[in-house]
Structure formats: C-alpha cells, structure tokens
C-alpha cells in the first residue's frame, strides 16, 4: 500500500515518535507546578516554544500552542473579532469548513461575512481587491496553500493591501507549514493557523502566531489557569509540543515565497503528473503552477467523457494499493458537491470527480512508474464496475 494523502495527515518524521516517548518519561509533570518536576517539564515545553519560533525567525511569545488548526482559526478570528465592533470579515471562497465555519459563527454575531470569490485555478480574484478591502472590512482571512485543490494564494500581495488599509490578515497555513517554513518576522500578515500532523508532527496539537501588538486585543476562547499567556487556558501537552517542534525542524526553511514547481518534492510530483496525463482522461485541477509542491489534484472521466465519481475511485485506487482522497479529507466522507470546484465556477457534472494525490518523504523517484501503472488500472476498474 503506498501512502499519498499527507495533506489529510503524514505519518510521522523521523525521530519524532521516539523523542515524545523520551518527554514523557523525561517531563511528564505540569508545567504549571512550581517543584522540580513540573519545571522540567515546563523548560521542556518552553524549549519545544523556542525551537519553533527559532525556526520561523520569531519570538518564542508568538508561538501559542493550540489543539489543532481548527482552534487556532477560531481563536485567530474569534479572538481578534471579540475586541472590536462588528464589521465586515472577507473570507476567500475556497476556505477550509474550519474557517467558514468560524466566519458564520461571527454573522451570528453581527458581522458582516463576505466571500472572496475565485477564478477556475482557485485563486482568488485580485480585481476585487479595492472593493472588498475598503470599509467596513475589518478583518481578511486567506488560505495560503488550499488544501483541496492546492492553489497558493497570493496572499502577500493581499496581506500587504490589508497593512496599507488598518485590516487584520490572518492566514491559513496549515498545508504551507508542511513544505516551507515562512519568516514570520517578514511575513506581513497578524495571525497564523497550522496543525502539527500535516507536517508529521503528532495530532492533536497546532499553533497560533501571534504579533505582540495584538496580544492584548486578542479574547481567549477557552478560559482557566492562564495558559498560553491566558490566551488558551488548560494543561499544556509537553509531549505533543516537543513532537510538532522536532517535526518542524525537519521542514525546509524557505524564503516567504513558496518555490514553484521543479525541484525536491515538487519534481516528484510533475513526474507523477508527467505519467498520468498521457492518459487523456485526467486533467489538472487548481493553479497548475502556483499549487502546493506535494499536491496533485486530478478531474477524471471515463472514455466517454463523462465524469467519474472521486469517491468510487478512491475505493478502487485503495484495492490497487493507493491510498488517495477525494476533495479533502473532511468532504471526502460526504458524497456531495464540492463546495470548492463549485466556488471555481466548474459545471456541476464534474464537482464530484477529483481525487487529490499528496507526497511526502517517504515517496521516491523509483515510486513514481508503480504509482502511475497502479492508478490507470484502478481508474480502468473504477470505470468498468
Ligand atoms: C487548509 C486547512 N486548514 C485547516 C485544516 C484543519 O486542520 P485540523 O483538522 O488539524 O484542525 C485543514 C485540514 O485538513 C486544512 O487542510
């Protein structure tokens, strides 16, 4: 069975296992207790802090250690939103449910959500910059990498656009951390959301990045003993902290732009793309340069062009020894239109039938003739039953 659905989770690195099971019987106190054994675990957490921040060139109080991406999103608009008069949020219309989902609890409370629409790649429309960043738009946030149809957005021109104007940005990067580790003293954007298993780190944690300018203004989600800088209250997991910073280390670290496609992991992944499309029946969907470099996502129809159903392949391709997604992994249980190929404007006949490929290390250039061989023939038994 080949494994190719890192952007639903990745096995964990090297070394990550081993250096959580050496915390937990290093520092498996409370952070909190003022004896020996809770200050070892505390310098342990505060080292996992400094060793993440030191890799996205920022201060160790930017790091606030959530559950996961989908808190740190709704701690990022919930929180900044709690300390301002209601406005307008602008949301890109091919956002995770995480951040929607945040979004329509905040029209709940009176502010205005407003969706970026995007063009056929999945990028979001830049000519309607002026319009959606004037007033009363208080806060933006974008997805960087998009986790279904892997378009990186251009999220530093937005970002910059939102800084000239007052606006908040905060981004989704929970598929951007995976390959590329940003500066985050460069990058021109408030908050950040990631989630340590996309990165072959351990799930049930993530992080928020935070500016210290903000801090204060920012409302906790979860009250309690303080934690976080009483930004997210309750017992902190040493364990899962030090598994995401030993993960993270073995992310590249790269300038704010993400490289396109070429090289590393990128190269393996045009070379399956390279294999696949002679096969007249795929095609590339979302940006196909400006995309996630692990990330491949694929139209299918059958010989007569009609589309065939992403789900029913992912099943196939799992009998051939693919394990795959269709959509993302969190639409990927409901048989239901993509909300994302729909926001692309894509006819309502082929918004069920993409599958999403995603490499990880563990993928190696004498993979890639296997992969494609088993892939058509799954796509031949998908089409035949
Ligand atoms: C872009 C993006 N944002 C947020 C999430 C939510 O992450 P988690 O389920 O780890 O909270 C995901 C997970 O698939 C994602 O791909």
Known sequence: MIYLDACATAPLRPGVLQRMIELQQEAWANPSSLHGFGLKASEALERARSQIAGNLCADHQDVVFTSGATESIHLALHGVAASRS???LVISSVEHPAVSGAAHLLARRGWE??????????????ECLEELLASPTKIVSLVWGQG???????????AEACRERGILIHTDATQVLSQALPNWSELPVDLLS??????????????LMTRESLRSDLQPLLTGGGQEGGLRSGTESVVLAA????????????????????????????????????DDRLEVCGDPEDRLPHHLSLLVSDDDGHPVSG????????????????????SSGKDSDSPVLTAMGLPKVVRRSSVRISFGPWIEESDLDGIAERFLTGLE?????
């Not at 959500?113 to 830049?126: A, C, K, S």
């Not at 279904?148 to 937005?158: M, N, R, S």
């Not at 990631?194 to 992080?207: D, E, N, Q, T, V």
């Open 243 to 278: 598994g995401m910073a030993f993960a993270l280390e073995q992310v590249e670290r790269q300038p704010i732009k993400l490289s396109r496609a070429g090289n590393g992991i990128a190269a393996l992944r045009d070379g399956l793309r390279d294999r696949l499309l002679i």
């Open 148 to 158: 279904e149809v892997g378009t990186i957005q251009p999220l530093l021109t937005v």
């Open 311 to 330: 789900r029913h392949l992912v099943r196939s391709l799992d009998a051939t020894g693919l394990a795959v997604s269709s959509g993302s992994a969190c």
């Open 113 to 126: 959500v407003t969706e970026w629409p995007v063009d056929q790649l999945g990028r979001i429309r830049l």
């Open 194 to 207: 990631s989630s340590a298993h996309k990165s072959g780190g351990p799930r049930g944690i993530g992080l």
């Open 86 to 88: 209601p406005g307008r």
């Open 381 to 385: 038994k998908a089409i035949c039953s």
